[in-house]
């Protein structure tokens, strides 16, 4: 099955500053690779998501990167505020075979002033 | 965007008895729902999967004796968590996807369940 590594476990950064979050996987049948922001007792929520055909795709402040050769995705948070302070899951999923989303580890992201 | 709503948001029960948690998708079909389970500090772990009309599809590990999963109609699917124990005190969150579409599967709010 696949497997979804996710790094750092932890990542604290001062406001206004960048935040890169980085994720690998495992089974090279996955198509769909989206990021989850999810605060303590809520749902997960979508905040990006990039398919296998797109190297990259940006959204505000967020971007995602995909190297399939590589089997590995980014997340990118620029000038990040302290609402952004969550944890933040990848996932990857086989469109074409289930759809099961299997997830990252998860990053504990910590905006400071 | 699509919403899903999950029903009781967090529930406690003694040790022994049985819990349904309900996940309703209120605006669109979902002809697959997925149920996973979060400890705390931990990431979403892949239950089951089902589809309506279908038995459910377990992964490795989850009793499917246990965890009873009904899917009934598009837009209800049913967990029950049988002969509950304090290790199964969990985040247990529902999701929902469309026939179609590209994989975005659309989340519930969570039940916490607390077995004592």
């Known amino acids: 099955g696949e497997n979804v590594e996710q790094h750092p476990s932890t990542l604290s950064v001062q406001e206004g500053d960048s935040a890169v979050i980085k994720c690998t996987y495992s089974?090279?049948?996955?198509?769909?690779f989206p990021w989850y922001k999810q605060e303590l007792g809520k749902r997960p929520q979508l905040i990006i998501d990039?398919?296998?055909?797109?190297g990259e795709k940006k959204d505000q402040r967020i971007a995602v990167t995909l190297n399939k050769t590589a089997k590995h995705f980014s997340l990118h948070i620029t000038e990040t505020q302290p609402e952004d302070s969550a944890v933040y899951f990848c996932?990857?999923?086989?469109?074409?075979?289930?759809?099961?989303?299997?997830f990252g580890t998860g990053t504990q992201l910590k905006v400071e002033l | 965007g699509a919403v899903v709503s999950q029903h009781p948001s967090r529930v406690i029960c003694k040790s022994g008895t049985s819990v349904k948690i309900e996940c309703r998708s209120l605006d669109f079909q979902a002809t697959t729902m997925f149920w996973y389970r979060q400890f705390p500090k931990q990431s979403l772990m892949l239950m089951a999967t089902s589809n309506e009309g279908s038995k459910a599809t377990y992964e490795q590990g989850v009793e499917k004796d246990k965890f009873l999963i009904n899917h009934a109609s598009l837009t209800l699917s049913t967990l029950t968590v049988t002969s509950a124990h304090p290790e199964d005190s969990s985040f247990y969150i529902c999701s929902g996807k469309t026939s179609g579409g590209g994989g975005e599967q659309f989340f519930g709010p969570g039940t916490r369940l607390t077995v004592l």
């Open positions: 996932a990857a999923s086989n469109t074409g075979g289930g759809n099961k989303l299997t």
């Open positions: 089974d090279s049948a996955s198509n769909y």
């Open positions: 990039i398919r296998s055909n797109v």
